[in-house]
């Protein structure tokens, strides 16, 4: 009989991945990517499309995590932060041209970043972009390490005020997702003649005021949305983000010293021809 017949079962719904382990995935995608020159927005994008999860749910727990990140940066330099504070109040001049050399850089992101914030977070939906980045990105850094001049820098004192201002209009580059704000900087570094360990080093210390700007002012303009993060998983994914960049900034010191820049190049040629493929012709 038809009102005997049983209902019709309900619609499967999506699987979703467990909260927990995006946020322990977020946290060390984050970690790992944020200062090496492989871009850590256009990981977090890919990874929201690869694995399925709504990327636009997590935007901005993305942004405070990277807070973790920056606090690798303070904790593993802490002496060289102390001494500069120590030396700007001494009037010493070395503290001094760092501190300049760090506002030189961060300046013309800061600028330029708050002008086009929208057009910026725009480009956040594209994961086609972020594939073009990386491909064309690896390029780059291959080229740059075969035919930079040589530096002789010593320190980020050492970088005259023209190189870090140069440096800083090339960083306004890592505002398209997947060029990578670590590999903008430090490339930039290069091309202008920087020592490669200097470039590096440069590059984390300006991480440090412009992770901190951009978090700034976007917590600000979406600080009543969190979205699927809850205050105990923002708290997981910071310290799963700061021990892991912790490893990740020693050991890219080590590499660089050895081997260069070039594996960084290679890998980025094989995410994005990789990420074009996937997303051009089999997803």
């Known amino acids: 009989m038809a009102g005997l017949d049983p209902p019709p079962p309900p619609p499967l719904s999506p699987r979703r991945m467990d909260p927990i382990l995006t946020i322990i995935l977020l946290g060390i995608v984050e970690g790992v990517t944020e200062f090496i020159p492989v871009s850590s927005t256009g990981h977090l994008i890919l990874a929201g499309e690869l694995l399925g999860y709504d990327a636009a749910r997590w935007a901005v727990f993305n942004v405070v995590i990277q807070l973790g990140a920056i606090l690798a940066v303070i904790v593993l330099y802490w002496r060289t932060f102390w001494a500069v504070l120590v030396g700007l109040f001494r009037r010493q001049p070395e503290s001094w041209r760092f501190l ?54 010593k320190g980020v004192a050492d970088i005259a005020f023209g190189k870090a201002l140069g440096i800083g209009l090339i960083q306004c580059l890592a ?83 050895r081997r260069g820049f070039a594996p960084f190049g290679w890998y980025r040629i094989a995410a994005g021809g990789a990420a074009l493929i996937w997303l051009l012709w089999i997803r």
């Open 100 to 153: 300049r050399n760090v506002l030189a850089g961060f300046l013309p992101s800061a600028v330029v970043g708050f002008i086009l914030i929208d057009r910026i977070e725009a480009m956040l939906g594209s994961p086609l972009i972020v594939a073009w980045a990386l491909l064309v990105g690896g390029i780059a850094i291959l080229a740059i390490e075969r035919t930079a001049p040589k530096g002789s820098e």
């Open 175 to 257: 505002m398209v997702p997947g060029v990578s704000r670590s590999g903008a900087t430090i490339l930039g570094g290069l091309s202008l003649g920087v020592e490669r360990r200097t470039a590096a080093e440069f590059s984390f210390f300006l991480a440090v005021p412009t992770m901190l700007g951009a978090s700034t002012l976007e917590l600000a303009k979406h600080h009543d949305d969190l979205g699927a993060a809850t205050p105990l998983g923002i708290a997981l994914g910071f310290v799963v983000s700061f021990v892991v960049a912790l490893l990740v900034i020693k050991w890219f010191i080590s590499i660089v010293s």
